[in-house]
Each structure stands twice: as structure tokens, then as C-alpha cells.
């Protein structure tokens, strides 16, 4: 983007009503954060992602990202499943409603994106405790899945092309989302952990001792959600997919690995850190376990594990002193709260006016809100973030050819166009 138009887009960016979301004013704010979400991503591979930062602080944007990440967390906890038992509600496609549910995907990656940078994490201000609990909501995600539950979300990247799915398949989807949405959470909580000394007064004490973060930390280190094993393969969740891993790169650390890693170094060897956190005989047994892991292998790939390994020898045979009790007043998050209370009793009442104004588009509607849709994943910005070479729609290989009407799908043969083109046609018609 234009650095003119990436400070417009920065600008308009602003709070929405829960009742509001879907609605046409709403669905600009998508688009200006989808577009800010793309352009900060092409910035940061290219390491110019410092207009963006600085165009964040000056607006003070930050608070105002976290407000609507925690706002679509609502919707989709208290108005989803609503809308989706609702008997009226037989939408003629399940985009605008995906796009809602994409929308938390979009910011919480464009806050993995700056967060690395401290001054985007004091601009927060006090907005930082309710994402600090938002991460810890993800991360409690992230420790409860079984296996099994890993294994079912395999190559499970969403797909806004997809065919129209039913209520019960959105819900799916949703749940396969929430996969990778946690995984940024863990990466921008990482980022929040590396700058504990410019947070606010009660942001450490939330993260040691209201959540426990370090002994949620050991149960991801334990368990790692983002690997499993199948068929006696060792398969792990990287840059949206699931990949398997040959036999020599097993002991190879992901950066998942790291981020968890790093945000325990930072939580445990941080003198401030050491003088709040509770060590109890529960907490000290939980953070022992990490001792098992930290091999000469993991040390080698990062070296800042021997500070840890070190404080874990020590903490294995002293007893910490306890905590000084030197907090009188403790900062609490307000925007969870807040959009609860103003909100409670109203879920079903939401839900029915956004089935009747928001998700059921008259086919004008749809083809207009197409178009919109098609500037903003414009196939230029499209291409220069997909990693990957593009793959035939029906049968899955390198492709080179594309619908040339929409210019949106893929195929390998005429053979396979002709075969999906049945399928494809409605989109095509809207998208051209």
C-alpha cells in the first residue's frame, strides 16, 4: 500500500457495536483491517514493517483492534451457535458469515505482526490485560486438545472460495479456525512477555498469578498441540498446514517450540518476574518437569535454555522465598466485562436482526459485496503471500491454469475445469 493510503486505512479504523457486526459499515472495517492484515504482512517480509507500527501508536489503533478481537470472541461464543439453531435462518451463502468468523483471524495476525515492537505494546495501554487474558483463553484452547482433535484439523487452512456449506459445516469450520487463531495468540503473548518491564502495574501479576502462565506454558511444552503422530509418522502444524516430518528433523524446533520457550524464559529469569511468582510445591513440581526436556539438542538450537536449565537446578533444591504482598490495588480488564454486560439477555434478539440485515443478502446484495470482496483479495496481493505454487481445484497438482472469467480458480487440464465448472459456476457468475 501507499503509505498515504495505509495511514487512511489506519485512520478509519474504529469500534463497532455487537449488533452491528456483518452489517455493511462493519464489513469496511473488514476490509481496512484485511488490507492492513496483507500489507503487514508483505512489509514485515520485506522488514519495512516500521510505517505501520508508527502509524498504530500516533492513532492510538491498538486499543481499538483489541476491542473488536474481543468483540467477534463474543459473537462467536454467545451469537454463532444462536444464529445456527435459529429455523429462519437459510442464508444463500455462508461468506458473510465466514467473513465475521475470519475477522479474529485477520487481527490477531496483524497483532502478531507488530506486536514484536515495544512501542506497539506500551500503546496499548491498559487494553494489554483484557489481550493478556484473550491469549490466555486461546492458550487453554490449545492445552485441552486431544489428540485426536489435532489429527482432525489437519490441513485445515479456510478456504473463502470454498462451496456453500451448511450452518453445521460453518460451525466446523469455525472450530478448525480457532486452531490457528490460538496459535498466533501464543505467538503475541511470546511478544508481550518480551517487554515485562514497560507493562502496566497489574499485567505481570495477571500473567504469573491470576492465569499461572508459566505452569500453562509446562502443558504445552508437555503436550504440543501442534504435533502428533499418525500412522507412525510424526506429523507438525506449520505455516497453516500440517507437514511430515522425516526422521531427521524430529528433533528440529519449530518456531512454536521457540515462542513457547522464550515466553518461559521470560516469565521465570526476569528478576520482577522471580520476586511476584508464587513457587509453591505445585508450581515448582509443574516447572521441574521442564528439566526432562532440555536436552543438549533443544540447548544447541537455543542457547539461552542453559539460563534456564541453571535456574531449574537451583530451584530444585532451595525454596524460593514467597512473594512480597506489595499490591494494594490490582488493574482489572474492562472490555470483556463491558461488552457482557451491555449485551446480556440480548444474544437471541442479536442474532435474529442480524439474520434479517446482515446474513441474508438479496443475489444484488451478493454480487455487489462479491465485487468488494474481489478488490480486496486482489489476485496480485493474493499471489505475492501464497508460499506455495497454486494447485488444481479438483485434483490437488501444480497448476497453471486459471479460470479465465473470474480468474479466481485453479485447474491443471481442461478436463478438470470442465469437471468442477458445475460447481464453480455460481461463484463464477458472482465474481465476474
Not at 503473548?189 to 501479576?205: H, N, W
Not at 443478502?361 to 474481489?374: G, H, N, V
Given at each position: 500500500l501507499p503509505p498515504a493510503e495505509a495511514e487512511a486505512l489506519v485512520r478509519a479504523l474504529q469500534g463497532s457495536e455487537l449488533r452491528d457486526i456483518g452489517g455493511q459499515?462493519?464489513?469496511?472495517?473488514?476490509?481496512?483491517?484485511?488490507?492492513?492484515?496483507?500489507?503487514?504482512?508483505?512489509?514485515?517480509s520485506a522488514g519495512q514493517e516500521q510505517l505501520l507500527t508508527e502509524l498504530l501508536v500516533t492513532h492510538a489503533k491498538i486499543p481499538v483492534l483489541i476491542g473488536e478481537l474481543i468483540s467477534v470472541e463474543i459473537w462467536k461464543h454467545k451469537i454463532f451457535p444462536v444464529l445456527c439453531r435459529l429455523e429462519d435462518f437459510k442464508p444463500r451463502s455462508t461468506f458473510p458469515i465466514y467473513v465475521v468468523l475470519h475477522?479474529?483471524?485477520?487481527?490477531?495476525?496483524?497483532?502478531?505482526?507488530?506486536?514484536?515492537?515495544?512501542?506497539?505494546?506500551?500503546?496499548?495501554?491498559?487494553?494489554?490485560?483484557?489481550?493478556?487474558?484473550?491469549?490466555?483463553?486461546?492458550?487453554?484452547?490449545?492445552?485441552?486438545?486431544?489428540?485426536?482433535?489435532?489429527?482432525?484439523?489437519?490441513?485445515?487452512?479456510?478456504?473463502?472460495?470454498?462451496?456453500?456449506?451448511?450452518?453445521q459445516?460453518?460451525?466446523?469450520?469455525?472450530?478448525?479456525?480457532?486452531?490457528?487463531?490460538?496459535?498466533?495468540?501464543?505467538?503475541?503473548?511470546?511478544?508481550?512477555?518480551?517487554?515485562?518491564?514497560?507493562?502496566?502495574?497489574?499485567?505481570?501479576?495477571?500473567?504469573?498469578?491470576?492465569?499461572?502462565?508459566?505452569c500453562l506454558l509446562v502443558e504445552l511444552v508437555e503436550h504440543c498441540p501442534w504435533s502428533c503422530w499418525e500412522a507412525g509418522k510424526l506429523k507438525k502444524f506449520e505455516n497453516g498446514t500440517w507437514h511430515t516430518v522425516p526422521p531427521e528433523d524430529q528433533v528440529k524446533m519449530t518456531k512454536l517450540d521457540g515462542q513457547v520457550w522464550l515466553a518461559l524464559l521470560n516469565l521465570l529469569l526476569s528478576p520482577e518476574c522471580q520476586r511476584k511468582y508464587r513457587f509453591d510445591g505445585f508450581n515448582k513440581s509443574q516447572l521441574l518437569k521442564l528439566r526432562a526436556f532440555l536436552t543438549d539438542v533443544l540447548i544447541d538450537q537455543l542457547p539461552n535454555l542453559v539460563e534456564?536449565?541453571?535456574?531449574?537446578?537451583?530451584?530444585?533444591?532451595?525454596?524460593?522465598?514467597?512473594?512480597?504482598?506489595?499490591?494494594?490495588?490490582?488493574?482489572?480488564?474492562?472490555?470483556?466485562?463491558?461488552?457482557?454486560?451491555?449485551?446480556s439477555g440480548k444474544w437471541e434478539a442479536i442474532a435474529k436482526h442480524q439474520v434479517k440485515h446482515a446474513f441474508s443478502?438479496?443475489?444484488?446484495?451478493?454480487?455487489?459485496?462479491?465485487?468488494?470482496?474481489?478488490q480486496t483479495y486482489s489476485l496480485d496481493m493474493m499471489e505475492a503471500l501464497a508460499t506455495d505454487k497454486p494447485r488444481c481445484r479438483v485434483c490437488g497438482v501444480e497448476a497453471a491454469k486459471r479460470c479465465s472469467r473470474c480468474r479466481n480458480e485453479w485447474y491443471c487440464t481442461r478436463a478438470c475445469q470442465v469437471q468442477h465448472w458445475q460447481k464453480h459456476k455460481p461463484a463464477c457468475n458472482l465474481m465476474a
Open positions: 459499515g462493519w464489513l469496511r472495517q473488514h476490509e481496512y483491517v484485511e488490507k492492513l492484515n496483507m500489507h503487514g504482512i508483505l512489509s514485515a475477522h479474529e483471524a485477520s487481527i490477531i495476525n496483524l497483532l502478531e505482526t507488530v506486536f514484536f515492537f515495544k512501542e506497539i505494546c506500551e500503546s496499548a495501554e491498559d487494553s494489554i490485560l483484557d489481550l493478556i487474558d484473550y491469549c490466555h483463553r486461546k492458550l487453554i484452547l490449545l492445552a485441552a486438545r486431544s489428540t485426536k482433535a489435532k489429527a482432525l484439523l489437519g490441513d485445515g487452512a479456510q478456504n473463502p472460495k470454498a462451496d456453500p456449506v451448511p450452518p459445516e460453518l460451525q466446523k469450520q469455525a472450530e478448525m479456525m480457532e486452531f490457528e487463531i490460538s496459535l498466533k495468540a501464543l505467538s503475541v503473548l511470546r511478544f508481550i512477555t518480551d517487554q515485562v518491564d514497560s507493562l502496566p502495574l497489574g499485567a505481570l501479576t495477571r500473567m504469573l498469578n491470576t492465569h499461572n502462565l508459566p534456564m536449565q541453571r535456574f531449574l537446578s537451583y530451584l530444585a533444591v532451595t525454596e524460593p522465598a514467597p512473594p512480597k504482598k506489595d499490591l494494594i490495588l490490582e488493574q482489572v480488564p474492562v472490555l470483556w466485562d463491558h461488552i457482557l454486560k451491555k449485551n443478502p438479496t443475489e444484488e446484495e451478493l454480487k455487489l459485496q462479491a465485487r468488494r470482496w474481489a
